[in-house]
């Protein structure tokens, strides 16, 4: 899996220009699902996601995590960090999950982020979305399971 997380100060997401996920302080989560990926997979992401510490302290460190900051994540679905652009003009997503994959491990990566206590919106799977966020920091970490233990 990989994911693009951009801390926030607040975000949110619309389809067909309705609000479908706001957040106030948190992380936005771009999440693409890879063709090998599994439950297992999008579980650990969401506990490293939960756990990762890109949030300041009172000093301004980045010493916390969400569950510290009373933190929020506006998951939005995006295959198209798959995309390889290595031949051509044209990008190919031969890497990406399947749709019917990729669905179901997204919500698996949602669950696990309720479990952990934190409070999810999301996008719409699938749908053309438009996304409108305020970046705290600016803060964009990359993350990429790939070759990674769970």
């Given at each position: ?65 969400l ?27 031969t890497?990406a ?54």
């Amino acid at each position: 899996m990989r994911a693009v997380l951009q801390r926030v100060a607040r975000a949110e997401v619309r389809v067909d220009g309705r609000v479908v996920g706001a957040i106030g302080r948190g992380l936005v989560v771009l999440l693409g699902v890879g063709a090998g990926d599994d439950e297992r997979t999008a579980a650990a992401l969401a506990r490293r996601v939960t756990e990762l510490r890109i949030h300041q302290d009172a000093d301004g460190r980045t010493n916390l995590d969400l569950p510290a900051v009373a933190g929020a994540v506006l998951a939005v679905s995006q295959f198209t960090l798959y995309a390889d652009t290595r031949r051509g003009r044209r990008p190919g997503f031969t890497d990406a999950a399947p749709p019917e994959v990729a669905s179901r491990l997204y919500d698996r990566f949602c669950e696990t982020l309720v479990e952990l206590g934190v409070p999810v919106e999301r996008g719409v799977f699938g749908a053309l979305m438009q996304v409108e966020l305020v970046n705290d920091g600016p803060m964009t970490i990359w993350l990429d399971t790939a070759g990674r233990p769970g």
